[in-house]
C-alpha cells in the first residue's frame, strides 16, 4: 500500500513487508591463487608492441600466493577489511618495485633510462590487486569498514614514472578498452560536437561548494581554449534527467559529489534517492563514447576485494569510457582537479602524465594516496587546441 504519483510526478510512496530467503553457497579454492580479472596479462605483449616497451611478468607479484595461506590464515577477509595482511600485501608491492628499479638499472646499462624518464615514463599496470597488489598506507579511516589506503603510488618511483592500472570487468573488456585508445581517432574524428564538449556535474550535499567554487569558474575559463561547456547540479542531477539532456554524450567528464564503489549520488534530496543514483545495475547498460570520466568522490575507485562488475568506475569503461579518475577510499575537500586537468589541456599530456603531475605538486592525504587511474596511461585524449595524438605509438624516424 501507500501513495501513487500524479501529475506533477510519475513516482508514489509505497510501503512493503516482505521475507528474504537467501543462500549462501561457499566454494573451496584448490589454492589460494585467486584473480578477480583473470588473463589480463594476456594483454601485455600487444600493449608492449603498440607502445614500444618491454614487458615485467613475474608470478611472485601476486598477493594470493602460496605463502598467502599461513599469513592469511584465521582472517575472514582480505587486506581490504583485515588490516593483520597489509604488512604481507606490502612486502609484495616493496618486491614489485624492486624488480621495476632492476628493469630501469638494465636500461641504463643500454643507454636508455635518460629518454625514457624524459619523456612520458608510460608504466601500465595489467592486473587486478590481487595479482599486482596496491600498498595499503595508513592510517585507514574510522567510518568505513574498508581498512587502508590502497594506492598504486610506489609504482611511480616517488612520481618518477607515470602509472595507469589496465583493468576493467574481464579481460575482453580491457582488450577494448586498449582498442578504444589505440584507435581513438577513427572512433570519433567526425563529431566535433562531443569532441569540444566538456561536461560538469556536482553533487547535492555539500557538493554544491565545488560547483561554484571551481566547476562554474573553470567552465567558463576553458572556453578561450575551444570547449563547449555546461555544468549540472541541484534539481537537474539525478540519473533520468542526466539521461534525457545526454549530459554524459560529452568528450570530457567531471563529477564532484558523493560516491560508493557501486554507484555515485549527485541527487540526495528529497524522499527517494535511490531510484536517481548512478549505480552499477542502470550504468552498466549505457553506452558511451571514448570519455574521459573525472570524479572527485569518495571510493568510487574502490577494486581491491570485490568483484570488477560492482565497481562504478569500472561500469564506467565496460560502458565505453576511455579513462576513470577515482579514489579507493574516503576524500575530502583536498581532493580538486585543477591540476590534472590544467595538465591535459595546456600542456596536452596523456591521462598518466597528468595524475603524475598532480602527484608532483599536491601531495596533500588522503588524496595523495588514494587517487587512481584506470585505463592506459598513454592515452592521450582530443582538446580543440591540441588536436589528436598518437596514442603512444613510437614515431618512426
Known amino acids: 500500500h501507500g501513495f501513487k504519483g500524479g501529475f506533477f510526478s510519475s513516482r508514489g510512496l509505497s510501503i512493503v513487508d516482505f521475507t528474504v530467503n537467501i543462500t549462501v553457497i561457499i566454494d573451496k579454492l584448490v589454492n589460494p591463487h585467486l584473480p578477480i580479472i583473470p588473463k589480463l596479462s594476456m594483454l601485455a605483449?600487444?600493449?608492449?608492441?603498440?607502445h614500444g616497451g618491454i614487458i615485467m611478468a613475474d608470478e611472485n607479484f601476486s598477493l594470493t600466493d602460496e605463502d598467502y595461506i599461513e599469513y592469511a590464515s584465521g582472517y575472514p577477509a582480505g587486506p581490504w577489511y583485515s588490516e593483520e595482511i597489509h604488512g604481507y600485501n606490502n612486502r609484495k608491492v616493496n618486491y614489485t618495485v624492486s624488480k621495476i628499479k632492476e628493469t630501469l638499472t638494465l636500461l641504463d646499462e643500454k643507454d636508455m633510462l635518460n629518454d625514457y624518464l624524459s619523456g612520458p615514463a608510460w608504466l601500465a599496470i595489467?592486473?587486478?590487486?590481487?595479482?599486482?597488489?596496491?600498498?595499503?598506507?595508513?592510517?585507514?579511516?574510522?567510518?568505513?569498514?574498508?581498512?587502508?589506503?590502497?594506492?598504486?603510488?610506489?609504482?611511480?618511483?616517488?612520481e618518477s614514472l607515470s602509472i595507469g592500472r589496465v583493468v576493467s570487468y574481464n579481460v575482453e573488456?580491457?582488450?577494448?578498452?586498449?582498442?578504444?585508445?589505440?584507435?581513438?581517432?577513427?572512433?570519433?574524428?567526425d563529431d566535433t560536437s562531443w569532441l569540444n564538449s566538456f561536461n560538469f556535474l556536482f553533487g547535492e550535499g555539500f557538493g554544491e561548494t565545488a560547483g561554484v567554487f571551481h566547476q562554474i569558474p573553470y567552465s567558463k575559463e576553458i572556453r578561450k581554449y575551444g570547449f563547449n561547456t555546461n555544468v549540472y547540479g541541484d534539481l537537474r542531477n539525478s540519473r533520468e534527467i542526466i539521461r534525457k539532456l545526454g549530459v554524459f554524450n560529452s568528450n570530457y567528464i567531471e563529477y564532484m559529489g558523493h560516491g560508493d564503489w557501486?554507484?555515485?549520488?549527485?541527487?540526495?534530496?528529497?524522499?527517494?534517492?535511490?531510484?536517481?543514483?548512478?549505480?552499477?545495475?542502470?550504468?552498466?547498460?549505457?553506452?558511451?563514447?571514448?570519455?574521459?570520466?573525472?570524479?572527485?568522490?569518495?571510493?568510487?575507485?574502490?577494486?581491491?576485494?570485490?568483484?570488477?562488475?560492482?565497481?562504478?568506475?569500472?561500469?564506467?569503461?565496460?560502458?565505453?569510457?576511455?579513462?576513470?579518475?577515482?579514489?579507493t577510499r574516503e576524500t575530502g575537500q583536498e581532493a580538486g582537479l585543477t591540476v590534472l586537468e590544467n595538465s591535459l589541456l595546456l600542456n596536452d599530456t596523456s591521462i598518466g602524465e597528468a595524475l603524475r603531475a598532480e602527484k608532483q605538486i599536491d601531495k596533500e592525504p588522503p588524496t595523495y594516496y588514494v587517487r587512481v587511474l584506470y585505463g592506459d596511461p598513454a592515452f592521450n585524449p582530443y582538446e580543440p587546441i591540441n588536436g589528436f595524438s598518437n596514442q603512444g605509438r613510437p614515431i618512426k624516424s
Do not use: E
Not at 270 to 279: E, H, I, N, R, T
Not at 294 to 317: E, V
Open 45 to 50: 605483449p600487444y600493449l608492449a608492441a603498440v
Open 262 to 327: 557501486f554507484w555515485f549520488i549527485p541527487s540526495i534530496y528529497g524522499l527517494d534517492y535511490y531510484s536517481k543514483v548512478f549505480d552499477v545495475a542502470h550504468m552498466k547498460n549505457w553506452v558511451f563514447k571514448p570519455s574521459v570520466f573525472l570524479t572527485a568522490a569518495c571510493l568510487m575507485g574502490r577494486i581491491d576485494g570485490i568483484p570488477s562488475y560492482m565497481n562504478i568506475g569500472l561500469t564506467l569503461l565496460h560502458a565505453g569510457c576511455n579513462c576513470f579518475i577515482g579514489a
Open 126 to 158: 595489467l592486473g587486478d590487486t590481487n595479482m599486482i597488489p596496491m600498498y595499503y598506507y595508513q592510517p585507514s579511516q574510522t567510518d568505513i569498514y574498508d581498512r587502508g589506503l590502497p594506492s598504486d603510488n610506489l609504482y611511480s618511483l616517488n
Open 173 to 189: 573488456d580491457a582488450s577494448l578498452l586498449l582498442d578504444r585508445t589505440l584507435f581513438y581517432k577513427q572512433l570519433c574524428d
